[in-house]
Structure formats: structure tokens, C-alpha cells
């Protein structure tokens, strides 16, 4: 039996106005694929940008994945450096690597940007 696990993609904006983010489109992969997801922020100027999680579940918290400012370098947080890579900001473009996905990785993934890191 296979074991498939969604990565549901929304793009969310903390700034105004709202959809200014563009994000790829949903994602299906099997435990142990890679997957690249991005997000450009088309109308924007904001200098950082993020990528939080919501795993699945009930009481699930949106968690911060990867945050990049602009002309600087991409930092994953600690516990997800294994097998999570988030590219520097390249144009207006950021795209985060889920490298052997676990099936705990499943969850909706959202791109967000800010004025600061
Ligand atoms: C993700 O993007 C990187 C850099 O462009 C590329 O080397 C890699 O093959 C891509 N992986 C997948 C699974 O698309
Ligand atoms: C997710 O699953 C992997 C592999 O089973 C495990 O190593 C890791 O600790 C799990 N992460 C969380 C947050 O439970």
C-alpha cells in the first residue's frame, strides 16, 4: 500500500494588499520524494520572506519554517535543517526544497513576506 501525503498550498500575505503573494500549486508526493515549492511576491517591496507550516490535526500551530531577507542568505530553523533548504531570495522569487519528506511533513504550507526579519 502506498502512503500519500498532500502539501496543500495557500498563499498568504501579511501585508496589504492581500494575494500579493503567488505561490505553486498544490502539491502531492509520496513519503521519501523531494519537492520544490515558491512563492514570488510580484507587487511587492517587502524585504523578508517567510514559509510557516500548519501541520495537520486538530490543534496544529502554524510553525516558522525558513525565513530570507532580501540580498541576504536564507536561515532554516535548527530542527529542520536536515532535510528542508530555503533558497535566497532570487528576484522577487523563494523557493523552499523538502528534501525525503516524512509523512509528518504533510500539512499547508504558506508563504508570507514582512518589512523585517
Ligand atoms: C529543486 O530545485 C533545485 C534547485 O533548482 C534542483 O536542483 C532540484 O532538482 C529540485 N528538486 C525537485 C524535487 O524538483
Ligand atoms: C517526523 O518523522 C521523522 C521520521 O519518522 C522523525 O525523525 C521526526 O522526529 C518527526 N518529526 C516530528 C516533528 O515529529
Redesign the pocket.
Known sequence: MLTFFHFFLLSVSFSLPALALEQSPDTVIEQGQSTNLSCSKKKSTSTAMHWYRL?LGKDSRLVLIASAVQAGKATVEV?LRSHFKCSEIQGDKITLLIDHA????SGMYYCAESETQ
Open positions: 501541520p530542527d516524512f509523512l509528518n511533513d
